[in-house]
């Protein structure tokens, strides 16, 4: 008789571990399965009482609305300082010649784009035309239905620039990459990285004052006339329409 309750006794505890043993499979198939969402939803409950309560909520929204505002604060400032300094003209309708792109061509030595409108629409050679940021580059030739605009950053393009606050001219020439190179008549121009560079007011291609770059760098290496590269605020690879000037120069 104690045999056989040994015998009965042993046989429920093996049976018990494998019970458990097939318990724990399945819970692990279920988490396979669920993608630990079960854990996920757990600790969700475990860990709401101590989530931040109101007021660390109420912080959080002021330190942002202070940082929104200040931002803004900047941006306003950044946006009145470069329409003084360059002086931005306001263009009518009649003044311009709204173009799509149809065709870019980006090459280390083409670079330019195709607009939808041509000698038909008035576009003449030597226009100046302008995007979102500023000025893009000049009408090359025309067809009857298109134009080709040399862009700034092409080898082609040379353009005379300004430089507003130490009232220098130079002489922004395409280097074939994202960054022209600007040259001035002089060795000492105070000019420094951050600088706004506009078409200069005393050119004969462009009209004055159109946003143009900003200084990026300084070459320091230039023995002779100060040399800068500058990066363009209009970004011809993403835009889609343009506006070619028909101010009389």
């Known amino acids: 008789m104690l045999n056989i309750r040994r015998i009965y006794n ?5 049976n018990k571990q ?25 600790y969700y409950y475990i860990s709401k009482p101590f989530w931040p309560g109101q007021f660390q909520r109420d912080v959080i929204r002021t330190s942002l609305d202070q940082e929104l505002l200040i931002k803004s604060k900047q941006l306003e400032n950044d946006n009145n ?49 302008i995007g979102p940021g500023g000025l893009l580059g000049r ?38 990459n994202d960054y022209p190179k600007l ?22 291609l462009l009209p004055p004052n159109i946003p143009v770059g900003i200084i990026q760098s300084v070459d320091a290496k230039s023995n002779s006339n100060t040399t800068v590269n500058v990066l363009l605020l209009g970004k011809p690879q993403a835009i889609d329409w343009v506006q070619i000037l028909k101010v009389e120069i």
């Open 183 to 204: 040259m001035f008549y002089t060795k000492d121009v105070d000019v420094k990285v951050g600088d706004f560079v506009s078409s200069s007011p005393a050119s004969t």
């Open 18 to 42: 494998k019970g458990i043993l097939f318990i724990f499979l399945l819970f692990l198939v279920f988490v396979r399965f669920s993608k630990g969402s079960f854990y996920k939803d757990f």
């Open 139 to 176: 009408v090359k030739n025309t067809s009857f239905l298109t134009s080709t605009v040399i862009l700034l950053n092409s080898p082609e393009s040379k353009v005379g620039v300004w430089i507003d606050r130490v009232q220098t001219h130079g002489l922004m020439v395409g280097t074939g």
């Open 81 to 129: 300082r470069l329409r003084e300094l360059l002086s931005l003209q306001r263009l009518s309708d009649s003044d311009t010649i709204s173009a799509a792109v149809i065709s870019r061509k980006n090459g280390s030595w083409w670079r330019q784009i195709i607009l939808n409108k041509g000698s038909k629409d008035g576009v003449e050679v030597g226009s100046p035309v």
């Open 10 to 14: 042993g046989r429920w505890r093996h």
